[in-house]
């Protein structure tokens, strides 16, 4: 039901976005709606899987549905961390630095194999994604809003790649994979593709300020203090869990309760209820937590199912 937070312009600039993004995303609605999450949360998303299943095409697609300067990062083993976030160069005309602004300046930033470079390159990104401003030499420069980062990595190939550090796992809000298509979707995939690539003919759905408004009207959904007990809870028995080494962090637990809120406006409702939470667990938190004898990052599977197993102890509010 719409209400005066969550008006019938809203939910078809929503409904928009969405629908753009499925277009040519084939058979993957719930891996697009936790995208479009993380956008209208103003926050970050890590896509991860095995190559060719569509994560560059994803991130092209929401890039895309956004009327803002795209910039694509291909991570590489020789990218330094100035071809990021730019340079000063030397004016011989004036005597005087300038300052060249790098592709991180872009609303939407797609960071394609993010794990194929060196931690010291990786890390020009924390300040950017945590802040949204870089700074060099001393001097600090704001980017644009919105500014998204849409990372992707392929989480089983080992051989020239680096491990991304835990400080900059936490920037994501959240962390999804893909997967295969079925057999029919992959078979309309091929029917799209006749004629050329489609994301190449998609539009924008909505601008930058629209993105921004929205920013704004997900931070004043209602969330009920027994939503806020249940979301520490859970959160608390990943500190306390025999098999974590480290649970989640305080970013981690608002980055919860920032999903669960992005969640509930995209869904139509301006309220939080508790499965948005249960839905949301394992993608925001489970990047976030070391399991027992393991490294950061690493046994993907095995930190989801703990955290699954968590979230299922813990009492759902009525």
Not at 209 to 220: D, I, K, S, T
Not at 276 to 284: E, G, N, T
């Given at each position: 039901m719409a209400t005066a937070l969550l008006t019938a312009e809203l939910r078809d600039v929503i409904d928009g976005l969405e629908r753009n993004v499925n277009?040519?995303?084939?058979?993957?609605?719930?891996?697009?709606?936790?995208?479009?999450?993380?956008?209208?949360?103003?926050?970050?998303?890590?896509?991860?899987?095995?190559?060719?299943?569509?994560?560059?095409?994803?991130g092209k697609a929401l890039?895309?549905?956004?009327?803002g300067q795209f910039c694509r990062i291909q991570f590489t083993p020789d990218l330094l961390p100035s071809d990021?976030?730019?340079?000063?160069?030397?004016?011989?005309?004036?005597?005087?630095?300038?300052?060249?602004?790098g592709p991180i300046f872009a609303n939407v930033v797609l960071a394609d194999e993010i794990n194929r470079t060196?931690?010291?390159?990786?890390?020009?990104?924390?300040?950017?994604?945590?802040?949204?401003?870089?700074?060099?030499?001393?001097?600090?420069?704001?980017?644009?809003?919105?500014?998204?980062?849409?990372?992707?990595?392929?989480?089983?190939?080992y051989e020239g790649t680096y491990a991304?550090?835990?400080s900059q796992m936490d920037r994501f809000l959240l962390r999804t994979r893909i997967g295969y298509p079925g057999r029919e979707d992959e078979r309309r995939v091929l029917e799209s593709h006749r004629q050329g690539e489609p994301v190449d003919r998609l539009t924008s759905?909505?601008?930058?300020?629209?993105?921004?408004?929205?920013?704004?009207?997900?931070?004043?959904?209602?969330?009920?203090?027994?939503?806020?007990?249940?979301?520490?809870?859970?959160?608390?028995?990943t500190r306390l869990s025999a098999d974590l080494q480290v649970g989640v962090s305080?970013?981690?637990?608002?980055?919860?309760?920032?999903?669960?809120?992005?969640?509930?406006?995209?869904?139509?409702?301006?309220?939080?209820?508790?499965?948005?939470?249960?839905?949301?667990?394992?993608?925001?938190?489970?990047?976030?937590?070391?399991?027992?004898g393991g490294l950061y990052g690493t046994q993907r599977d095995v930190v989801e199912g703990i955290v699954e197993r968590l979230v299922a102890t813990v009492p759902v509010p009525q």
């Open positions: 277009q040519v995303v084939l058979g993957k609605p719930d891996v697009v709606r936790l995208c479009v999450v993380a956008l209208l949360a103003g926050e970050h998303v890590l896509l991860e899987d095995v190559p060719g299943v569509g994560k560059t095409l994803l890039a895309r549905s956004v009327d990021i976030v730019g340079s000063n160069l030397f004016q011989a005309k004036t005597g005087e630095f300038v300052f060249r602004q060196p931690p010291r390159t990786q890390s020009a990104l924390l300040e950017a994604m945590s802040d949204r401003q870089v700074s060099v030499d001393g001097n600090t420069y704001r980017l644009p809003r919105p500014f998204l980062v849409i990372a992707t990595q392929n989480p089983y190939e991304l550090p835990e759905v909505l601008d930058g300020a629209q993105v921004l408004a929205v920013e704004a009207v997900v931070r004043q959904v209602t969330v009920d203090r027994s939503i806020d007990s249940y979301i520490l809870d859970i959160v608390e028995s305080t970013r981690g637990t608002l980055g919860l309760y920032r999903a669960c809120q992005a969640l509930a406006l995209v869904e139509g409702r301006d309220y939080v209820v508790p499965d948005d939470v249960k839905r949301l667990a394992v993608p925001v938190l489970a990047h976030r937590v070391i399991a027992k």
